[in-house]
């Protein structure tokens, strides 16, 4: 990337960053600190209440809840069944249903297993729970920090464990994250991330201090499938274009980053995942292409797909992924 180019996507990163900025803050400053203050207080309670039951229980709990929300939330069941429909059409209406509640258990239990995270995965305890596959060159990166690395995940398995337990064992980096709109929520919740060694970057203003985390030879980490509004790079995902960010691929092209596809899936035994390297991307494979933007952005989605399609299940059909359609190009008069 040139001078120019590089000056122009940090230069466009800040106005985004200072504009969503003021937007939350008038939003912050009419919130009732005393209703965020009893939510608080509230998910501390339920915190406490948590670790007091045995995996068992606390896992029966977090299905029942689960199918119940299948049951009860309309509008969240027809978008896990509408989205499972348009990616999975030879799939039968009976197998569309299933997935769509299994989806929404994985995410109740998900819950579940954030609360639980910080009292099982330690130094001395993680490999009881978690065993790694294909990790071996992305691990070695982080250690020896002798070049910036982009790691990204998508709402999968569960997707946030993996950045906890990477800083649990000293493989710390940066972490891209939204602020959670209540103030002593998002300090409980990222909080125990930090104390465990990951580095926090709010999404409002990120592009500085990612950019020197990069040139610094340190990992940046974020989510890949959120989608990117209008304006968005739009490339295949289940067979329909999504709005995906372009600051995924520019970052590791300005930066010569290799990007590394990472998951976590649930397996079968309570509190028990995998954490693999989906696809590991290197700056060698879009050095030749046309269009490396658009290569990059297609591989690293592609490479989900892959992971998703194995166990869709476990994926957050429930979240608006094609939210935004591309626009549609004019004809030339005339035709």
Not at 84 to 105: G, M, N, Q
């Amino acid at each position: 990337m040139t001078d120019k180019a590089s000056t122009a996507l940090s230069a466009a990163g800040r106005n985004r960053g200072a504009s969503r900025i003021t937007k939350r803050q008038r939003k912050l400053d009419t919130r009732n600190r005393r209703l965020d203050y009893l939510a608080y207080v509230g998910l501390r309670v339920a915190i406490m209440f948590v670790e007091m039951l045995s995996l068992r229980i606390g896992y029966a709990l977090a299905r029942a809840v689960g199918r119940a929300m299948y049951r009860f939330d309309k509008r969240h069941r027809q978008t896990a069944i509408d989205q499972l429909r348009h990616s999975f059409p030879d799939w039968t209406e009976a197998k569309i249903r299933r997935t769509a509640k299994a989806s929404i258990v994985n995410m109740v239990c998900m819950g579940l297993e954030l609360l639980l995270t910080p009292r099982y995965i330690r130094p001395e305890t993680w490999r009881k729970h978690i065993r790694l596959r294909n990790m071996e060159d992305v691990v070695a990166t982080l250690i020896a920090r002798d070049r910036p690395m982009v790691l990204v995940t998508g709402h999968f398995g569960n997707w946030e464990l993996a950045g906890y337990f990477s800083a649990a064992i000293g493989l710390s980096f940066n972490s891209v994250a939204r602020r959670i709109d209540n103030p002593y929520i998002n300090d409980l919740i990222f909080g125990v991330r930090e104390r465990a060694g990951q580095r926090m970057i709010y999404k409002q203003g990120a592009a500085e201090r990612v950019a020197r985390a990069l040139g610094d030879h340190e990992a940046v980490s974020m989510v890949c499938d959120q989608d990117a509004g209008a304006r968005g790079l739009f490339v295949d995902y289940f067979g329909r274009p999504a709005s995906t960010f372009k600051s995924i691929g520019l970052m590791a092209m300005q930066y010569d980053a290799p990007i590394a596809v990472i998951c976590c899936r649930r397996l079968e035994g309570r509190f028990s995942f995998e954490i693999f390297n989906q696809r590991l991307i290197e700056p060698s494979e879009w050095a030749d292409k046309d269009d490396p933007l658009r290569w990059i952005t297609q591989e690293y989605t592609r490479a989900l797909e892959d992971a998703v399609r194995a166990q869709p299940d476990q994926y957050f059909w429930v979240h608006r992924r094609w939210k935004h359609a591309p626009r549609k190009t004019r004809k030339p008069a005339g035709e």
